[in-house]
Every structure is written in C-alpha cells, then in structure tokens.
C-alpha cells in the first residue's frame, strides 16, 4: 500500500510539473498571450512600409510612423487611426535601437480585432490605436 502511495505522488508530481505553471500562451486569444517576438526593422532607406490595405487579425505587418509631427494619427488598412492608449507589456520586438536621426519609426502594426490596432517597436512601449472619421490636423 505504502508503494502505490508513493508512486501517486510521484506521478501527480510529474504530472504538475509537466503542465507548467506558466501563464504564457502562444494563442492570440488567451489570457497571457505574450504574441511574437519580432526582429528590430530599421527604415529602409526610398521603401516606405505602411502594410497592406486589408490587414489580417494578429499578423504583424512591417509598419513606419512618420514621426515629425508625433505619433497621434496614422493611416493603416485603408483608414485613419488616432492613438487611444500607451501600455508596457512584454517587449515584443527585440534588437538593437534605431538611430535617433530618423523621422520614421520602424516597428510592426497588428490589427487586434475590427477597431484596435497596436504598433510594436524596438524600446517603445505597445501603441494601441482606434480608428477616427476625423483627418488628422496639419503640423506646426
């Protein structure tokens, strides 16, 4: 008797460890989806990337934010987006920084669901977007 117990305990063990206590996932809709890791882009120099015009759910697509005037407004998938919030979260774009020279930032714009986007960039937080009938001022 005494042998089985332990061998219950040794298979219930395993069987925890084994499970992971992880609350990482790598499905797009479950909690603690952490998403890809994504490689740094650099600006291409004459190659803008602005991503298809009818972008996929959860596809990362290479994405450049003209930055001169901030980064409030951006065209993406054929329409206006205007910044809602900024969140840390897990990094998901690893690498080197870019140059500061720059007025475009190189990163990634991932459609999340109908009216969210996020852009991904190498030591900036996760930019979450909502699309706007609004066209975005001029700049100063």
């Known amino acids: 008797m005494k042998v089985s117990r332990h061998v219950a305990v040794l298979l219930l063990s395993a069987g925890l460890l084994l499970s992971g206590c992880s609350s990482s996932s790598d499905n797009p809709g479950d909690e603690g989806y ?53 969140f840390p979260g897990v990094e998901q774009v690893k690498g080197e920084q870019p140059s500061q020279n720059s007025q475009r930032l190189a990163g990634y714009m991932t459609l999340i669901g109908p009216d969210t986007a996020n852009f991904d960039a190498v030591g900036t937080p996760t930019m979450q977007f909502v699309p706007t009938e609004d066209e975005p001022p001029g700049c100063a």
């Open 34 to 86: 952490t998403g890809p890791t994504l490689p740094a882009r650099t600006v291409a120099k004459d190659k803008w990337q602005e991503g298809p015009a009818k972008p996929k759910q959860h596809k990362p697509y290479p994405y450049d934010i003209y930055t001169h005037c901030g980064i409030k407004w951006l065209k993406f998938g054929g329409r206006w987006w205007v910044l809602d919030s900024v």
